[in-house]
């Protein structure tokens, strides 16, 4: 399986099938609207910018999701609004989701499995958890939240070439 395989729900309710971006480079991550980690939602859509204009080839995944602080408490139509009106987020954005525990998306569970976080743990520990994928649908690399992504840009560009 590969990310490829899953299929999520659009932040509009729609079904998304990810196989959709096959033969794409996509960045994955779990947000939140009220997380010290938000402002990332700029640095993100910079990044997706900047790279999707080269071509159709990169894709910023969002998925917000509430499991953390409740920092994402949120509708789904509440969510794409503030996304669009702080951020001018305009990469695609899914409906809100769990990363951990037994309601944890399809998608979030094999991304964890496939790149484990510190010391092998599969946990997502907070928002802004991203995960590089090649065109293949293999996760090429997981990055903390810690990690902003204008620190990603240059494994972005390997992965793109």
């Known amino acids: 399986m ?19 971006y096959r033969g794409k ?5 779990n947000t939140a609207s009220k997380c ?6 700029q ?12 071509g159709p080839g990169f894709e910023v995944l969002g998925f917000p999701c509430d499991q953390f602080g ?4 949120g509708s789904d139509a509440e ?3 503030f996304c669009e009106k702080h951020y001018g987020v305009t990469f695609p954005m899914f409906a809100k989701i769990d ?25 997502i520990k907070w928002n802004f958890t991203k995960f590089l994928v090649g065109r293949d649908g293999k996760v090429i690399h997981r990055y903390a939240p810690t990690t902003k992504p204008e620190e990603i840009a240059d494994d972005i560009e390997k992965a793109l070439q």
Not at 2 to 20: E, K, R, Y
């Open 2 to 20: 590969n990310v490829f395989d899953f299929q999520a729900t659009s932040l509009a309710g729609q079904p998304v099938d990810l196989g959709a």
């Open 25 to 29: 480079v996509l960045l994955v991550v």
């Open 36 to 41: 010290g980690f938000t402002p990332q939602y």
């Open 43 to 54: 640095g993100l859509e910079k990044v997706y910018r900047e790279l999707h204009a080269r």
């Open 70 to 73: 409740h920092q994402e408490p």
């Open 79 to 81: 969510i794409g609004a």
């Open 99 to 123: 990363v951990n525990g037994e309601q944890a998306h399809p998608l979030w569970k094999h991304l964890k499995e496939t790149a484990p976080g510190v010391l092998g743990t599969e946990a």
